[in-house]
């Protein structure tokens, strides 16, 4: 009996130490970052259907009501989107960065990126509040909510069209425009929202020193995610603010 135990002893002992990062339902550290990936993938997947269904009805309104969308457009600042555009793009270098910081155990510039892509998720989120607040304030909203004045109208929009009416712009439907703006800018905001909460927990579990060289996933993961983001606002920038 005595024997027994004393050779389990020897085989307990003679086992590599488990790392501390590791799961109790993997293997090695190099199986629980690929089932991670492959999970992260998965969810970009349902996503991606997700935005393609709201893609779906943006084509489907626009080839019914070219015109409407045409005038609508107007009232979207493109300088604003192109500035959230420059920005997003911005943070999927430093997001992309802070992976290869990671991988090389380059622990302050793996804090620095992170907090730049934070930073620029928080840039994001101020441009679309700035353009948020204009329109609720004029009146360019959803459905039949939607009465922008005509003093509220774009300078553009009234010397290319001087004759055009408010009246003539709720008889056309603008609000449904509108509907689909806030619907598919306000759904990517809250994502960017939940980015900038991975983030800032990416950056808190930084300081402490809990990503190596063969421990990285969450960082890599995440960053699959945000470069997701900005790829659906590349889309949604042009369809909506540059129609013209």
């Not at 943006?58 to 457009?73: D, K, L, S, T």
């Not at 992976?99 to 620029?120: N, P, S």
């Not at 995610?225 to 659906?232: A, R």
């Amino acid at each position: 009996m005595s024997t027994s135990v004393a050779e389990q002893e020897t085989s307990q002992a003679a086992l590599p130490e488990r790392p501390k990062q590791l799961a109790m339902h993997f293997d090695t550290l190099h199986q629980q970052f690929t089932t991670g990936k492959l999970a992260m993938w998965l969810f970009l997947g349902q996503e991606l259907l997700f935005f393609t269904g709201l893609f779906t009805a943006y084509a489907v309104y626009r080839g019914n009501h070219q015109e409407m969308f045409h005038y609508a457009h107007y009232f979207l600042d493109w300088r604003l989107g192109g500035a959230n555009t420059i920005v997003l793009l911005t943070s999927s270098l430093t997001a992309a960065w802070s992976v290869r910081c990671a991988q090389l155990e380059q622990r302050k510039g793996l804090l620095i990126t992170l907090a730049l892509t934070f930073l620029c998720a928080a840039a994001f989120m101020c441009i679309k509040y700035v353009e948020y607040s204009h329109k609720i304030h004029i009146g360019a909203v959803w459905g039949s909510n939607f009465g922008v004045p005509l003093n509220e109208f774009p300078e553009h929009l009234r010397e290319k069209y001087p004759d055009l009416t408010p009246e003539q712009l709720q008889q056309m439907g603008t609000g449904s425009f509108f509907a689909i703006y806030f619907c598919m800018t306000g759904l990517h905001g809250i994502h960017v929202l939940v980015g900038m909460a991975l983030y800032a927990w990416l950056f808190i579990r930084a300081l402490r020193g809990s990503f190596n060289r063969k421990y990285y996933g969450a960082v890599d993961n995440i960053a699959l995610y945000w470069h997701i983001v900005d790829i659906i606002w590349i889309f949604l920038f042009p369809l909506l603010y540059l129609i013209g």
